[in-house]
């Protein structure tokens, strides 16, 4: 089969930034790496070595470059706003990891002026593409479980990550729970209307020092009903536990966790596995092939799988989340939405 | 080997009363059934038949007999109270089901007169004794997971119980849950500090019109810090649902549902595999004879595995919870228990 | 439910029968136990302090016994015909442990005489009613997977028997893999036609003196067409491992083994679970009781589950067995039983 | 990571040939396709599209391509000596698919000219790079299991081959049962010494008019006293059967299925996963890249994983099944051997 070819650019040569670049390269035809930009000389010279492309210091040199169709934007998270914003008004079309922003008002003007520039944007929720999530999300949509009533998701990682990242990743909600009220809304078919989270730092004394939880239980309930329990714990020695279920009226699906290998030793102990893969490269290494694979339709005109909307209301979540933890109470994401609306008001009235 | 004998009499002659009567004379030497007492005539001609035993009428009968050395209290949980406490007075031994009553100032007052009348008091919690259950408790008290976290209890019935039971239930909480606040306390080795609740009635419109909720996300958290997350539905197509997984600082437990066969049967359409075992009789068959050997344990001098303060500390969180979910927030146990005296002193006050 | 009580005599107070004198007395109404015979003094002493019942040193004491209706043979093999053909005599019906006998020729004058003297004769096939086993069984006779092509029969034991044990065995076909030529035909629902054999002593050094083998690889080809492919071995580390696959035209059926419990621990080594139940008592626990259900059926009236012509077939196929291992070729059973009678037709001659 | 470059033509454009000529595109680096050659015009019009690589109706031009550094031989059995010869004149390395001939006379002239003109021969054996098989020899030869006992493999496939190839193929010991040869060896560490074989063509009436059999049970014994069960069938309607065990003296290996995905479904007719990935292509994807890698491997100068001996000695195994089924008794290699030479002896005596 042959594909149209897309000119792609990659905004930050970090760990997802290079796993993107390889999968562009050796496994999703129709999307051409044209350029890698990093503000960190070393990221792009290992670039160039990799994949032989053009590099650059400054991400502006890929929005620029006539050559590129389409930018897949993996820096830092608050230098998203400004590429996402340039990107969009130089006629790129853009793939961004999550979170797009931080702060809620600023996702609502992205996404207008993304709109308003008629560009695509899909947000990096790679979780989707999953084999094992999207089959079990079909059994949900083909009718098998009935009425869809209670989503139960585990998602620990296997450590957790260094200080540094953890200072600047905007809390446990924001980058690792992203991922699951994403998956929730995707499964759950609706918005979230409540939420409610209790957790702890267990796992370390830096997480407490830096203020936030390494280990929390969230509940939601949806627009429709539906109602998700959360766990997530950034430490599982026995590798990286990814497992989902769903409860419906007539039925119930179970996601378990992919394996190593398939084989079981035994001996007078008992009957012995391998840890699960141990993280996410490893884990989601096919859904992040398949994302491009969806983005690249996107690119030839198809619709986007998951859209900036995704983006927002799972950022919406992290917020509700953040504070139904500290006032230990159930928060309605209108509440939050309004909250949004009257300090934006009140800063523009300040500015 | 061979025990000392004690003459035992059941109160109720329901369901639960009639297996704790098999039991007793199938499976535990060393307890005799004596009595079996019940208002209901066809119940204890029934018990009459099966079993060759006296039978009464009044249960005050079966308090009064010099040759019961201990009562079963399988009565409606209205009955509990006097019963445990006419009994207590004719120094009888006591097994009571769960909950011991639903009014916590009762209990207290129940807890100080059997402690003064030196009987023993057991609670019907038979899951502690289930061997999974059992096992998974001694993996976390040997140490193997490290400092416990998080615990997560599934505990899902097949289909829900008559609306005459329902209306009588005590609701989810005290009728279901119950058992799974006990577990909760009896792994986490701690008391519940806080309880948060959130819940629908999606089985049934009969649950909805009785001011139940028939599913229930309910997230615990305990004294020494850990968390839990239980997940609570009257019904599942699938068979009973009874699952356990507590996650530690070094490690993982997991206890999976009882097969009812080993039995995996193939083709075309994939692999398949029986539903688990139907309900709670089934289920927790061996715990129902092992709670009666530890109780027969407690007789001989040993200790009391299940205590009424168990009983008590279960119906603690259920309060707790039932407030939660009406307010949606988290509830404290202490702020419980305060409620509870401030009731207790202005109804004396009333009185 | 209630039973008409059959007397039951206990020939032989080793392992297997006090197993059985204990499942009568605690599990199985209808059957009660009169007399426990062995001539070891020890033996039945202790059988009268746990059971309380008559005892003797002399089998013919029971045989002679007005209140036995039924004798249960648990003696050494070669007591076994006398026991049969003077319990038979004396009109009493018989259960016997397997092999019947070892010389096919007195098996079939036992049966023929047992035929005569009108009374009924089951032979110990206990793992006919393992639960699994006989689901297995169901799904076949239901035609869940069509016409049945291949059986493969897992047995392995957990640790080899003393020597004493194995030197009285009568080798590994006749005391191991008899278990599994009747569950072959059992499932197979046909005669064998023909038995290849390969095997060696691995496990120790006295199998080899002893002459006999421990670890063997057996295929069967039945009158229908049915394969079958037995695995055995004197020692599995991991527990007794009793599993059975049963291939056919449209499916496949799979019976695994049992668990001890159902807790998978996780580490950074992986999952684990506990080693399987260690042995047959453990393993088989409800197909014995179930094994006596069945025969208090015969007593009552109904059919014998697993007939002396079920014994007499195992026997012939170890027999055949015997000779394919020496002689490295396919023997029949047809070929095993002519020689059988040739034989006899010699001794007889020469007697 | 770079390679050096090897030019490489693929000879025979079937369904395997092209599967290696995606892999060596797509997922093996250092190997660079340089031709495909078949006699079918189709075949290779297909081949130049999709690879956009010079092609040839004879096999010869790839021969004597001077950018050709090794063939890849996946054209029909009767073609590979040929093929071998000419090639490895013309200083070609050699990757071929098993069986490299089916006259065992013929593979000793070519395994013999191989060597004398030093180039590489590499068997396709793929299912030793698959990652189960390959962990689980691992912990074989890592002792984990202790002395090796027992192999059992089970290989079924989803279903028959059409009749045309069934003609072709050289009987289910030649075509099917070769793999589990090669991988019995590959585990067991050591030469076969005997092989008994029972067999019926059981899935269609075509295989028993082709005098062949479909459903085969194997057994072996190995020089080091190894002994292995292989149980074969040309139809699994629950997908592609691909399963071993292996068991020692201190431990058991297991390895199962591959699962399409993770989930399970379950109601109220029970638990149920999808059916095995249906057949090699899907089953073994990547194996047969990592066969590529370790070609590339040995072309770079390491030695061959899979060498044309181990190709010689799974004919000679099943050149001993056929003797062995047609005569219904224990054959050895040796025999197998010895014969072969007296017959060739003849030939030339004849010629």
Redesign the interface.
């Known amino acids: 089969m042959t594909y149209r070819e897309f000119g792609v650019a990659i905004l930050g040569a970090g760990r997802i930034g290079m796993l993107h670049a390889e999968n562009i390269v ?2 999703v035809p129709g999307l051409t790496l044209k350029m890698v930009v990093d503000p960190v000389p070393a990221a792009i010279e290992r670039a160039h070595e990799s994949f032989g492309v053009e590099v650059d210091e400054d991400w502006r040199a890929a929005v620029q470059n006539p050559e590129v169709d389409a930018v897949i934007i993996c820096s830092p998270t608050d230098q998203h706003a400004a590429q996402i914003r340039e990107a969009a008004a130089a006629g790129k079309h853009i793939f961004c990891e999550k979170p797009i922003a931080r702060d809620l008002e600023f996702i609502d003007e992205l996404l207008a002026h993304v709109e308003e520039q008629g560009v695509k944007l899909q947000t990096g929720f790679n979780r989707r593409f999953d ?2 999530f999207a ?2 999300r079909n ?1 949900i949509v083909g009718g ?2 009935g ?1 869809l ?2 989503l ?1 998701i ?1 998602s ?1 990682d296997p450590e957790p990550p260094p200080l540094s990242y953890l200072q600047d990743s905007g809390g446990l909600f924001f980058d690792m729970t992203i991922h699951d009220f994403d998956m929730a809304r995707f499964l759950a078919g609706a918005e979230v209307r ?1 939420v ?1 989270a ?3 730092a ?2 370390s004394e830096e997480t407490k020092e830096a203020g936030d939880v390494d ?1 929390a ?1 969230i ?1 939601l ?1 949806f627009e429709n ?1 539906v ?1 998700a ?1 959360i ?1 997530n ?1 950034r ?4 590798g990286y ?1 990814q497992r989902i279920e769903a ?1 419906g ?10 394996r190593a ?15 699960s893969p141990r993280f996410f490269l490893e884990r989601y290494h096919d859904s992040y092939v398949r994302e491009l694979e969806s983005f690249r339709g996107a690119l030839e005109g198809g619709p986007v799988a998951v859209s900036g909307l995704d983006g927002r209301q799972a950022v919406l979540a992290a917020a509700a989340a953040d504070i139904a933890l500290r006032e ?3 928060v309605t994401l209108e509440e939050v939405a309004q909250d949004l609306k009257v300090e934006s008001t009140a800063r523009r009235a300040d500015g």
Chains 1, 2, 3, 4 share one sequence.
């Open positions: 050796t496994a084999r094992n089959a079990l059994w098998e479980i009425d009533w209670v139960k585990t620990r409540e409610t209790c957790g702890s267990m796992v280990t239980l509940t309930r009903g109602l329990q766990d714990c430490q599982a020695t026995y536990d409860h009226r007539s039925g119930m699906l179970l996601a378990d966790n992919e290998d398939t084989v079981t030793f035994a001996d007078s102990d008992g009957f012995h596995r391998q840890p230990r109470r159930t």
